[in-house]
């Protein structure tokens, strides 16, 4: 093992759709900086930044129709990462190009695949279409978290946080004295927990505009390496919620997707999507509001917890039961990190 | 990205001829080796007359550890392919690991591939590549006759129809117009071969009026329109002349005379190498890719690294002053 912290070859979100346009952005994924910026049609660009000729980043330069220009000599690369321009020169250097990395927007995201772009095929972007989809209302916002990524990954994993660190917003004793079933497959790994005839929480008893007692559920489905769409809800009891019938109650889906940006801080994206009310766009305001501010509560327990497993770096975590879930995530994760180094290995 | 170079020894596993004046080496590389993508390039230092110089050679694909090259032996090789064919198993050489700077865009929704001559051997992997994954493809290779072609069953293997061969003996050639345009708008075009293939395809895929950006080729700089002679080179105001032989080239002859030059990529890409040419009694034979076709046809300038005289004398300035 190489230390090696996320897999290359996957699909990383990169930006919220509304974060790139005709500027250029600077931002770090699994390590490698990157500029991205639209093209005049729309298209989004991912290119390295650093120019060909002295490194100098090209986010610091100018967008010139679809091409960048770099800020120092004004060489000038298209969206396919080649030099179209050099100065004080007939011709073009046929070697010189910076990297354009596959790039697909889908899902109001722009991913992009940081490892071997032979393989990089779009089918396997994660689904996140609950985020675009015209049976969902949906919002959401990009956090900048300075921990690894996987702690944002065992913080979703794991839901019985919420009745300490969001006690005074969605939590409530139910969800930590709930029982929970854990499954997984190759690639998958899934957490389901149902609280059956109990008092509705506030924040859902608002959702369903009614106070009865409810079944409530939530549902934490990983996907390798680091996307998670937790279904959360709830129905009133007796309604056939656990049998598979949701259709009395209200439905949710917190989407969650999490990219390196260094080993030790990420780039965070989620959204919280709702299928009742949709037309209510003051709503899908408040609840995007609201999730923030409750993901302000983990940002500051994650950040606490970086830096002290930057202090005690030989430290190794002990585990309890409520952990199976992420202990099965970042199983998965480096399952897919020894993946790729044996296809390397092999070729050598 | 360009890194230091990084030297490896290795030791020769295998050589075979694989076409008429065309070598396959295998090399067990010491330490193992990176993956390596096709069009990756390796250093060998190669000894010509009694003094090592670098050659640079296109990698191909050989299993974990080893490394492979193909080699064609040229008839006025400077003496780097006449090294290389003094090889065999069990001698040690030493290379350097692959670094790429031809590498496939992955990209396109169609790839047109061109080979010239033991240019093939960048083409082969990326064809290989390509195929692997399902892309679109069509390749066209052409040499002096079939029996001057390596790799050729394999290619056909890989692609079928997609593959044709085109012998100049024959007098058969690509129709370069109507290959590039059969490409869809996102196509892209990779070529290697000799200068005078890769200046017809340049010159065809500007009159297409196609981005620039989606001809891909590289270049070695080890050919041209004539072939090598000797010719003479004095350099103002520094008193020196020189005798260029056919299996030299100018900037060596320079360098050995005691001329200081700045240079880079030596293989005419950069330019930095340009001398002026005060006056000339013979054409000159540009090799390089760093002037354009004008800049060419007034030879006021030339790339010392790849360029030579067709024979005679010139006067130079490398920009040398008292």
Same mark, same amino acid.
């Given at each position: 093992m190489t230390g090696q912290t996320?897999?290359?070859?996957?699909?990383?979100?990169?930006?919220?759709?509304? &974060?790139?346009?005709?500027?250029?952005?600077?931002?770090?994924?699994?390590?490698? @900086?990157?500029?991205?910026?639209?093209?005049?049609?729309? &298209?989004?660009?991912?290119?390295?930044?650093?120019?060909?000729?002295?490194?100098? !980043?090209?986010?610091?330069?100018?967008?010139?129709?679809?091409?960048?220009?770099?800020?120092?000599?004004?060489?000038?690369?298209?969206?396919?990462?080649?030099?179209?321009?050099?100065?004080?020169?007939?011709?073009?250097? !046929?070697?010189?190009?910076?990297?354009?990395?596959?790039?697909?927007?889908?899902?109001?995201?722009?991913?992009?695949? @940081?490892?071997? !772009?032979?393989?990089?095929?779009?089918?396997?972007? @994660?689904?996140?279409?609950?985020?675009?989809?015209?049976?969902?209302?949906?919002?959401?916002?990009?956090?900048?978290a300075k921990c690894d990524y996987r702690l944002v990954v065992d913080n979703l994993m794991d839901l019985t946080h919420e009745t300490f660190v969001h006690g005074s917003s969605i939590g409530n004793r139910a969800v930590a004295e709930a029982p929970f079933e854990t499954t997984h497959t190759d690639r998958e790994a899934k957490v389901t927990r149902w609280m059956v005839d109990i008092e509705a929480p506030p924040f859902w008893a608002a959702q369903l505009g009614r106070k009865d007692h409810v079944d409530r559920w939530q549902i934490i489905n990983f996907e390798a390496p680091s996307?998670?769409?937790?279904?959360?809800?709830?129905? @009133?009891?007796?309604?056939?919620?656990?049998?598979?019938?949701?259709?009395?109650?209200v439905e949710g889906r917190v989407l969650n997707t999490m990219t390196p940006e260094t080993d030790t801080t990420c780039h965070y994206f989620w959204a919280f999507a709702r299928n009742y009310d949709l037309k209510n766009q003051a709503r899908t305001h408040q609840l995007r509001e609201g999730v923030s501010s409750v993901f302000r509560e983990d940002e500051a327990i994650l950040e606490a917890q970086q830096k002290a497993i930057e202090e005690n770096p030989d430290h190794v975590f002990y585990n309890l039961n409520i952990d199976s879930g992420s202990m099965w995530a970042r199983r998965l994760i480096d399952r897919m990190i020894d993946e790729e180094q044996a296809v390397r290995v092999a070729a050598e | 990205?360009?890194?230091?170079? &990084?030297?490896?020894?290795?030791?020769?596993?295998?050589?075979?001829?694989?076409?008429?004046?065309?070598?396959?080496?295998?090399?067990?590389?010491?330490?193992?080796?990176?993956?390596?993508?096709?069009?990756?390039?390796?250093?060998?230092?190669?000894?010509?007359?009694?003094?090592?110089?670098?050659?640079?050679?296109?990698?191909?694909?050989?299993?974990?550890?080893?490394?492979?090259?193909?080699?064609?032996?040229? &008839?006025?090789?400077?003496?780097?392919?006449?090294?290389?064919?003094?090889?065999?198993?069990?001698?040690?050489v030493d290379i350097t690991v692959p670094e790429n700077r031809f590498e496939l865009s992955w990209r396109a929704?169609?790839?047109?591939?061109?080979?010239?001559?033991?240019?093939?051997?960048?083409?082969?992997?990326?064809?290989?590549?390509?195929?692997r994954q399902g892309a679109k493809v069509r390749m066209h290779y052409a040499a002096k006759n079939r029996a001057a072609m390596p790799f050729v069953d394999e290619l056909s293997e890989v692609l079928g129809d997609n593959l044709s061969l085109y012998s100049s003996d024959d007098g058969r050639h690509v129709d370069l117009e109507r290959e590039i345009a059969a490409l869809p708008a996102d196509g892209e075009l990779y070529v290697c071969g000799p200068l005078g293939m890769l200046e017809a395809v340049k010159a065809a895929w500007a009159a297409s009026g196609r981005p620039v950006s989606r001809l891909r080729y590289e270049v070695f700089g080890d050919n041209g329109k004539f072939a090598e002679n000797t010719f003479q080179v004095d350099v103002l105001n520094r008193n020196i002349t020189v005798t260029v032989p056919p299996d030299k080239t100018l900037l060596a002859a320079l360098t050995d005379a005691g001329v200081d030059m700045i240079y880079d990529c030596q293989r005419g890409e950069c330019g930095l190498c340009a001398v002026d040419i005060v006056e000339a009694d013979a054409d000159v034979d540009h090799r390089d890719v760093f002037f354009s076709e004008e800049e060419k046809r007034e030879s006021r300038k030339m790339c010392s690294c790849v360029s030579r005289l067709t024979e005679g004398r010139a006067v130079i300035d490398i920009g040398y002053r008292t």
């Open positions: 996320f897999p290359l070859n996957a699909w990383y979100a990169a930006a919220y759709d509304v &974060e790139v346009g005709r500027s250029l952005l600077s931002r770090k994924i699994c390590n490698k @900086p990157l500029v991205l910026y639209r093209k005049e049609s729309g &298209e989004a660009v991912a290119l390295a930044d650093a120019c060909w000729h002295r490194l100098v !980043p090209l986010s610091g330069g100018e967008l010139n129709g679809d091409n960048v220009i770099c800020p120092y000599h004004g060489l000038e690369y298209d969206d396919s990462g080649r030099c179209v321009y050099m100065p004080s020169q007939e011709t073009i250097n !046929p070697s010189a190009c910076v990297k354009s990395y596959p790039i697909v927007e889908k899902h109001r995201l722009i991913w992009i695949w @940081p490892g071997n !772009p032979a393989l990089a095929d779009p089918a396997k972007v @994660p689904d996140l279409h609950w985020n675009d989809d015209p049976e969902w209302a949906a919002d959401g916002k990009h956090i900048h996307t998670i769409v937790i279904e959360v809800g709830i129905a @009133p009891t007796g309604t056939g919620a656990p049998e598979g019938d949701r259709s009395k109650g | 990205m360009k890194n230091l170079v &990084e030297w490896r020894k290795a030791r020769v596993a295998s050589v075979t001829e694989v076409a008429s004046d065309v070598r396959r080496l295998v090399f067990d590389v010491e330490g193992g080796l990176p993956a390596f993508d096709a069009g990756s390039h390796t250093n060998i230092r190669v000894m010509i007359g009694g003094k090592p110089a670098i050659r640079t050679y296109t990698c191909l694909p050989a299993g974990p550890g080893r490394l492979s090259i193909a080699v064609k032996l040229h &008839e006025q090789s400077r003496g780097g392919s006449k090294y290389i064919f003094t090889l065999g198993p069990g001698m040690d929704g169609e790839y047109l591939l061109i080979a010239g001559g033991i240019g093939v051997t960048p083409i082969y992997g990326m064809a290989k590549a390509l195929a």
